[in-house]
């Protein structure tokens, strides 16, 4: 990494050799504009969106493919830049429909915005534009707009570089070229949705996402992908209180920019339903209304009473949430046995460049909140379906969800003598609990997770929680409360910091030091590995 | 003057290795693989003053001395045989001639460089010719000129005939490589160059047929005989592919420096039927065409033509009589580009098409006020921002058709017919 000095539009930059000129102006906050080039993409150099004016060269130059050196001038904003980005923009829209009313790119177009920035003027084609193929369905996510499409073959490249599964090519040639599966062939990898993100125009749609909302409306929450520890940044964004889609962050500690397309629409199922708004209670005849005191009242009596005691936490709970869990049911039975729900699946080679095998986000990180009884998951359930238990707390997992073994659970739960459902909506595990308590999804709460690699990233809330649903955590601290164990924090920040104080991998570690990038707990090491 | 390029072809059976062999050939591949280091014949080939007859005039010593010698990679030779210059059909006639020389050149250049494998790049429609070439590949091999340890050398080379699909821009020597390598035609990104990072991201030297076949002559009579040949900058002969209105279309070799309106007028017969000449192309229909007065001074070498406006390019000469519409001729080298063109980059995929709609549209009585300064711009708006020269190929002609027959266009444009034509 040899240090150099360059300058840009005559500010001196100090770099390091090996980068690119859009990398180091962006450095000084000189956005060179692009499309085709894409920091984990190769260079392919054809939108020529990025020409610049390089001293002792005649001609333009690409800065995508520049790398910079010693001494170098540039110049970005000289008026043979300015002209050709003009020229470029009406190149690129001589056969775009200019459809943005019906487009769903509308908003993060970079048609649309690099021409406000670069180009304002009227094109001067007046011919006939050439047609291709409109809304054709590549998979089972991604569908293509030929006209809309400007040939910067992000979407090629990267099927070709990141996931080598190689869907897509250019077809035809001149201004017939068009972007187009091979023969037989679905676009139905399990990376495809990140095209979409990369597509810098409207010619890769979301199937799931388009013509719901349009994007100006969405308010962006930055959180973490509940879909598995992986713990990909994603931006939740919302419209009207639900979650319209998910987009990644990027991370290069994490996801880099990517996200899968399970983890992407894994917010349909985990926050869809109808929701429960008030707690129940079993009383002859079923599951009836009651209030939070009641409800509470008869959970910490049932459970004194049903000794022995299992907890199972859903893998979607946070950090905050786990350590109350954990804190609660050894208040009640210290020799308790807690469990986080985990579940493996085998991995594709193109899953394992993001997927983990679990679905447990918090996993790791809810074990080291003590939700742990070092026997694992399955050594419960087993302990569970033999009627090992007498009582049990179940939070935020439908245990009867699970494809294995659902009749030897169903009758292992009937036989508890209490059974304590959380949840938002009325699973079919909910339906057997004595008492059922409303809560609150990922979405709807702030906290953190830890994922398979120990790092703790932050959740935020994106969408408000029901009328009649509780927090977790706050569920938590007014049954510890009411369990005689007065706790002096009751935020999730205030949560982590005194969590940070407890357990070990966690110390010296502070709620507002996450950020929205995370931060390393313990070793670094992969749970996975272990 | 002494024939070089084309001193076989007249020769009965002169595409076989025996006729070959009876004049000479492969003497001189001999003594370089037996007798001269690598070096000396990159210095040889230097001191000759051959450039490259492709179009660009690269001299070819110098393109040889960039790569690297030391690099782990294998390296590869390139025979660009992929001739589709509208105009220009020099190569194929050296192809279906004198397949050896081209060989025997393709195998020096492997030799210089110091590959052992060489592919000799066709373009698709020339079936004929690849199937001369390969049967002289197999003679040459039999005869121990290809293979394993060259004639007790122990230099080592295969050579392979490779036929393209047809498309222009495969003549582009980075669009060959990606040809070559199995994928799409498209040129590739710049730098890195193909000297160090070429076929399938190897070393690789890419030389035109008529580049090759004047290396043995070269070797044979050496290097300060070429450069006796031509001009201070334009050393050797050149082959010159006459076409259009002209008596004695053909196949010329000329020493540079030529006058250009004696050859036209003397050894071509001039124009045809006796007509005016109107226009010449001169270097194949990606260069700037230009107009008789500006002919009259000019001599066939690089910088002769480059002084007056154009370029030598191929060698492509398209003669056009007093009776071709320009506006006609300049559609139909748009409509051309614009069928070619590779789609990669923007200017070029959107810009030929643009350009070749207005054009057709004026050609149809359609011209509209403007629309000769709008082809002018987009013109100047592709040359030079494209990746490969495709660009800067189909833009030149484009504006030179214009600035120098504009009454002619704003004419049709006016009558919104052809004014030519009708006379």
């Known amino acids: 990494m040899d240090p150099i000095k360059l300058t840009i539009d005559g500010k001196e930059v100090a770099t390091t050799k090996g980068k690119n000129l859009i990398e180091v102006a962006a450095e000084i906050g000189i956005d060179i504009p692009h499309y085709c080039y894409h920091p984990k993409l190769s260079i392919a150099g054809n939108c020529r969106m990025c020409l610049v004016e390089i001293e002792r060269m005649p001609k333009l130059q690409i800065a995508c493919n520049t790398p910079v050196g010693e001494g170098m001038s540039v110049l970005t904003q000289s008026p043979k830049v300015l002209a050709i980005r003009k020229a470029v923009m009406e190149f690129l829209l001589v056969n775009h429909p200019v459809d943005c009313p019906i487009c769903d790119q509308a908003g993060e177009c970079w048609l649309q915005d690099y021409y406000m920035q670069h180009d304002l003027q009227g094109s001067r084609f007046q011919e006939r534009k050439e047609h291709d193929r409109k809304r054709e369905v590549f998979g089972p996510n991604v569908v293509f707009d030929g006209e809309r499409c400007i040939k910067c073959t992000r979407c090629v490249r990267f099927f070709q570089e990141i996931t080598r599964t190689n869907e897509l090519a250019v077809v035809n040639r001149g201004d017939h070229s068009t972007i187009a599966l091979f023969p037989d062939t679905v676009l139905d990898n399990p990376l495809s949705g990140n095209v979409v993100d990369i597509c810098p125009v409207g010619a890769l749609t979301d199937r799931d996402f388009r013509f719901k909302v349009r994007v100006w409306y969405l308010q962006k929450t930055p959180s973490i992908c509940p879909g598995c520890s992986t713990g990909c940044n994603v931006s939740v964004e919302t419209y009207q209180n639900r979650i319209a889609r998910f987009k990644p962050r990027i991370n290069e500690a994490v996801n880099s920019h990517w996200l899968c397309d399970e983890g992407r629409y894994c917010f349909h199922d985990l926050t869809g339903g109808e929701r429960l708004n008030t707690p129940m209670i079993r009383q002859e005849g079923g599951l009836v209304p009651t209030t939070w005191d009641k409800a509470l009242g008869a959970v910490l009596n049932g459970l004194r009473g049903a000794m022995p005691l299992a907890g199972i936490l859903s893998g979607r709970n946070t950090n905050e949430e786990a350590f109350l869990f954990a804190k609660l049911m050894k208040r009640l039975s210290p020799d308790c046995a807690l469990e986080v729900f985990y579940q493996e699946r085998e991995l594709s080679e193109v899953q394992k460049i993001l997927m983990s095998p679990d679905r447990s986000p918090n996993f790791r990180g809810a074990r080291e909140m003590g939700v742990s009884s070092n026997g694992g998951f399955e050594p419960l359930m087993r302990k569970l379906c033999e009627s090992h238990f007498s009582g049990a707390y179940v939070v935020g997992e439908d245990l009867l969800g699970m494809d294995n073994d659902k009749d030897w659970i169903r009758q292992a739960l009937q036989k508890l003598s209490f059974l304590v459902v959380q949840d938002i909506r009325m699973t079919e595990t909910a339906q057997l609990a004595h008492v059922v308590l409303p809560s609150t999804h990922f979405g709807e709460k702030e906290g953190t997770y830890t994922n398979r690699n120990g790092r703790v990233q932050k959740l935020n809330v994106a969408t408000i929680a029901p009328e009649g649903a509780m927090q977790d955590h706050e569920i938590f601290i007014r049954l510890l409360d009411a369990a005689g164990e007065r706790v002096s924090y009751s935020t999730p920040a205030e949560i982590f910091d005194a969590l940070a104080n407890e357990v070990p991998a966690y110390r010296g570690l502070t709620y507002t030091a996450i950020g929205e990038q995370g931060i390393q707990s313990g070793d670094g090491q992969d749970s996975h590995d272990r | ?423």
């Open chain 2, 1 to 423: 003057m002494e024939k070089i390029l084309l001193r076989n072809i007249d020769v009965p059976d002169s595409h076989t290795l025996a006729v070959y062999s009876s004049r000479g050939g492969y003497r001189p591949w001999e003594e370089v693989v037996k007798n001269i280091t690598p070096e000396r014949l990159i210095e040889e080939v230097k001191a000759s003053g051959l450039r490259g007859r492709g179009g660009a005039g690269f001299p070819t010593g110098m393109k040889w001395s960039f790569v690297p010698k030391d690099s782990p990679k294998p390296k590869y030779m390139v025979c660009n045989a992929d001739e589709s210059e509208p105009g220009t059909f020099k190569d194929r006639l050296l192809i279906e001639k004198d397949p050896h020389a081209i060989i025997e050149g393709t195998l020096m250049a492997a030799y210089a460089i110091q590959s052992h494998t060489a592919f000799i790049y066709i373009r698709g429609e020339l079936v004929f010719g690849a199937n001369i070439l390969e049967r002289a590949v197999d003679e040459a091999t039999q005869a121990g000129y290809i293979g394993k340890n060259i004639l007790g050398s122990g230099y080592d080379v295969d050579v392979i005939v490779h036929r393209g699909a047809g498309a222009y821009i495969c003549g582009e020597e980075t669009a060959l490589l990606s040809s070559l390598e199995g994928g799409r035609g498209w040129p590739k990104v710049k730098p890195p160059f193909p000297a160090t990072h070429g076929l399938f991201g190897c070393p690789t030297v890419v030389n035109n047929v008529e580049t090759l076949a004047a290396l043995p002559w070269i070797i044979e009579h050496g290097a300060a005989a070429y450069a006796a040949i031509g001009t201070e900058k334009s050393k050797g002969t050149k082959l010159f592919s006459v076409s259009g209105h002209i008596s004695k279309p053909g196949v010329y070799e000329l020493e540079m420096g030529y006058p250009f309106m004696k050859f036209l007028q003397e050894d071509c017969g001039g124009v045809s039927n006796g007509r005016k000449l109107k226009g010449v192309i001169p270097g194949g229909g990606s260069m700037p065409v230009l107009r008789p007065d500006e002919l009259e001074k000019v001599n066939l070498d690089y910088e002769s033509v480059q002084a007056a406006g154009s370029l030598l390019g191929s060698g492509g000469v398209i003669v056009m009589d007093d009776a071709t519409c320009m506006v006609r001729a300049a559609w139909n080298l748009a409509r051309f580009f614009a069928h070619e063109s590779c789609g990669q980059c923007s200017p070029c995929r959107e810009g030929c098409h643009w350009m070749e709609k207005i054009f057709h549209r004026i050609e149809q009585g359609e011209g509209r006020k403007g629309d000769l300064e709008l082809i002018l711009n987009v013109s100047g708006n592709i040359m030079g921002n494209t990746i490969c020269p495709f660009g800067d190929a189909a833009a030149m002609p484009a504006a030179a058709f214009i600035k120098k027959y504009r009454e002619e266009f704003e004419e049709h444009i006016a009558q919104k017919r052809c004014t030519v034509r009708m006379e």
